[in-house]
């Protein structure tokens, strides 16, 4: 069970969200203007009523969440069930009852401890401290102020009050904590050895009767599920861009003179220099000294120019490039302007100067010119009309999706006519379901839209679209791509005749019987390790060490390892996996110190506390709703079963 949860955190939490824990308005206030309302109520908590309104619109955001989180797995067919909109309808009701006990026995929170629940919340730290910046930045996003954020916070505290009493009364038993702490850390060094079926595959050929025989046996398994032929339109970029008409050479050739810059190269130089700094206050006969030795240091460089770096190290009295050589690096114009002169204005390389800037004589070096250029018109005329279609398209896709929303809101609008109002093409996909595309169809032309968007589906599967035929509205993938689809054909589910899946029924049994001899061999292998009889080990993997927390193997087999008894070692155990039978040779167990147990205690409490506490404040809540006037009304019934097909 631990291992369950390990692996599905996020489906346990959804759970554990969607059928038990109350679900409150943002700011805890339910919605009492209701009461005054006609929308027919579905139940009441004494003066307190869920009305439908109420219902469908948060059952709706219940979906968006588990949508989101989901992603393209969600199938709303698998959730907006009966079951599920009558536990959320009891949700509702429960977190009304409880709203009443904090009324009633005046369940509140201090200010210190509304102050310690919001600077405790992690997602208002930054680097482990609470962050007034974050804090902000969340206010600002949800469009409140910290008064009311703070309500809201204190409400949440007053509500925690109700259970959680009863919640922290709750301990683990020492003895079966310890027992716990050592199933998950014990480690055991293992070899493997892996009877692949596929090794068996040509001694088991079935014949024709034994795959009927196994179709007979297996044909519900084989059902073909509900699946619609799809036709649908998609504005997007690409689409808004083939609405735009090709450019004229006129007015390619403006856009390409307004824009010349971006298609010009600019020149780029690596240069190197030799500073000599002049003195302060320097005399006549100094300053002449000093450029004499400027111009001598530029003719060994111009008649080396390989030892340009060697001579920059030597007199370049500039400390920041002396030990690169003298390496200003790779330069435009402009970068260094009071170099620009003497850098750029040789058409060659080689040596120039020396030069005065400023209060030092340079002599400069030009390693390398990279020339810039300017790119011809006809060298980017195509790259001119992709630029300039993208930009009209970027102008008109407003306009255009505006359209696009009030054909589709047309009730009397065909696909069809939206195709051709947009010159939006029809597109078709066979074989979309209510969870995605069936396998067949997966690599045709447009699957994956379907398959990545779940909204999509839905949309193919409500009662008008399948019965009526209607045209969807329209469905936003991004701000940049909406569509509108229809169901062109429904295929009801359906089981496939045997000589459909022959092939399929046929490798069915081939693996079956190879499995079956791959587990005989296996179990022959291991009766004769433990026997004694085998003492080779060839045919095994190199030893690894594995534990519950390692996950270095797939959990089925792990389980297997971990649960095979070692009072004596070796010790053999042998398993069943996809591909075909392992013996696991078990050769150590190993216990963890004391230090690593201690830091996994909490967690592992935690943990093993989590159903317990479910439990407390389910029953807490059954205790609550049985002393509370509660009544439930006979539309809930109309509402709980009004789902999608």
């Known amino acids: 069970m631990l291992d369950f949860i390990r692996r599905h955190q996020k489906w346990m939490l959804v759970i554990v969200i969607l059928f038990i824990v109350p679900s409150f308005v943002f700011l805890g206030v339910f919605d009492y203007q209701s009461m005054l309302s006609n929308d027919p109520p579905l139940a009441k908590v004494k003066e307190q009523k869920v009305t439908r309104d109420q219902f469908n619109m948060e059952w709706r955001d219940r979906l968006n969440q588990l949508r989101a989180q989901s992603g393209n797995q969600f199938d709303i067919s698998q959730v907006d069930i009966p079951e599920n909109r009558r536990a959320f309808l009891n949700q509702m009701i429960n977190s009304r009852v409880i709203h009443e006990e904090v009324l009633s026995e005046n369940y509140s929170a201090t200010d210190q401890m509304v102050t310690l629940a919001i600077a405790s919340d992690p997602q208002f730290h930054d680097e482990g401290r609470f962050s007034v910046e974050k804090y902000s930045q969340f206010l600002q996003r949800v469009g409140i102020d910290a008064a009311m954020y703070e309500?809201?916070?204190?409400?949440?505290?007053?509500?925690?009050?109700?259970?959680?009493?009863?919640?922290?009364?709750?301990?683990?038993?020492?003895?079966?904590?310890?027992?716990?702490?050592?199933?998950?850390?014990?480690?055991?060094?293992?070899?493997?050895?892996?009877?692949?079926?596929?090794?068996?595959?040509?001694?088991?050929?079935?014949?024709?009767?034994?795959?009927?025989?196994?179709?007979?046996?297996?044909?519900?398994?084989l059902e073909v599920p509900s699946h619609v032929k799809a036709e649908y339109v998609i504005l997007n970029?690409?689409?808004?861009?083939?609405?735009?008409?090709?450019?004229?050479?006129?007015?390619?050739?403006?856009?390409?003179?307004?824009?010349?810059?971006?298609?010009?190269?600019?020149?780029?130089?690596?240069?190197?220099?030799?500073?000599?700094?002049?003195?302060?206050?320097?005399?006549?006969?100094?300053?002449?000294?000093?450029?004499?030795?400027?111009?001598?240091?530029?003719?060994?460089?111009?008649?080396?120019?390989?030892?340009?770096?060697?001579?920059?190290?030597?007199?370049?009295?500039?400390?920041?490039?002396?030990?690169?050589?003298?390496?200003?690096?790779?330069?435009?114009?402009?970068?260094?302007?009071?170099?620009?002169?003497?850098?750029?204005?040789?058409?060659?390389?080689?040596?120039?100067?020396?030069?005065?800037?400023?209060?030092?004589?340079?002599?400069?070096?030009?390693?390398?010119?990279?020339?810039?250029?300017?790119?011809?018109?006809?060298?980017?005329?195509?790259?001119?009309?992709?630029?300039?279609?993208?930009?009209?398209?970027?102008?008109?896709?407003?306009?255009?999706?505006?359209?696009?929303?009030?054909?589709?809101?047309?009730?009397?609008?065909?696909?069809?006519?939206?195709?051709?109002?947009?010159?939006?093409?029809?597109?078709?996909?066979?074989?979309?379901t209510q969870s995605g595309?069936?396998?067949?169809?997966?690599?045709?032309?447009?699957?994956?839209?379907?398959?990545?968007?779940?909204?999509?589906?839905?949309?193919?599967?409500?009662?008008?679209?399948?019965?009526?035929?209607?045209?969807?509205?329209?469905?936003?993938?991004?701000?940049?791509?909406?569509?509108?689809?229809?169901?062109?054909?429904?295929?009801?589910?359906?089981i496939p005749e045997f000589s459909e899946v022959e092939a399929d029924a046929v490798a069915a049994v081939r693996t079956e019987k190879s499995l079956a001899q791959a587990k005989t061999t296996a179990e022959e292998v291991e009766a004769g390790l433990v026997s004694g009889e085998i003492t080779g080990l060839t045919d095994f993997e190199e030893a690894i060490t594995v534990s519950r927390l390692m996950g270095n193997l797939p959990q089925s087999l792990l389980d297997a390892i971990m649960a095979a008894p070692v009072d004596t070692l070796p010790s053999y155990t042998s398993f069943w996996m996809p591909q075909g039978y392992v013996v696991a040779r078990i050769e150590s167990v190993s216990e963890p110190e004391d230090g690593v147990k201690q830091g996994l205690k909490a967690q592992i409490e935690e943990l093993l506390l989590t159903g317990p506490k479910v439990e407390i404040e389910r029953e807490l809540l059954n205790s609550l709703r049985a002393n509370t006037d509660v009544t439930i009304y006979d539309e809930s019934e109309r509402v709980i079963n009004d789902t999608g097909m």
């Open 151 to 221: 309500s809201s916070v204190r409400y949440s505290l007053a509500l925690e009050q109700v259970a959680e009493p009863a919640k922290r009364a709750l301990t683990l038993p020492k003895q079966i904590e310890g027992a716990v702490l050592s199933a998950l850390l014990e480690e055991r060094t293992v070899r493997l050895r892996l009877f692949e079926a596929s090794s068996y595959f040509a001694e088991n050929e079935p014949s024709e009767e034994e795959a009927k025989a196994w179709y007979d046996a297996n044909k519900e398994s």
């Open 237 to 432: 970029e690409e689409a808004a861009v083939r609405a735009v008409p090709i450019p004229t050479d006129t007015e390619l050739q403006q856009y390409y003179e307004s824009n010349k810059s971006r298609y010009t190269k600019i020149e780029r130089r690596s240069i190197n220099h030799i500073q000599l700094n002049l003195p302060a206050n320097a005399s006549a006969e100094e300053l002449a000294e000093l450029e004499q030795k400027a111009e001598d240091i530029k003719q060994q460089a111009a008649a080396n120019p390989a030892q340009f770096a060697e001579l920059a190290s030597q007199y370049s009295d500039d400390i920041g490039s002396k030990q690169l050589g003298g390496s200003l690096g790779v330069i435009s114009k402009g970068d260094i302007p009071e170099f620009d002169d003497v850098a750029f204005t040789p058409a060659e390389l080689g040596v120039y100067g020396p030069v005065q800037i400023g209060n030092a004589l340079h002599i400069v070096q030009v390693d390398h010119i990279d020339a810039g250029e300017v790119k011809a018109f006809d060298e980017v005329r195509e790259e001119l009309i992709n630029e300039v279609r993208l930009q009209v398209a970027s102008d008109r896709f407003a306009d255009l999706s505006s359209e696009l929303v009030r054909l589709a809101n047309d009730a009397g609008q065909r696909l069809e006519d939206i195709s051709s109002a947009l010159d939006l093409p029809i597109q078709t996909v066979e074989g979309v």
């Open 437 to 494: 595309v069936l396998h067949s169809s997966q690599s045709a032309n447009g699957a994956a839209v379907f398959t990545a968007h779940p909204q999509l589906r839905e949309a193919l599967f409500t009662k008008e679209a399948i019965e009526e035929g209607s045209t969807s509205g329209v469905i936003e993938l991004s701000p940049t791509e909406l569509v509108v689809v229809k169901v062109a054909e429904h295929t009801p589910a359906y």
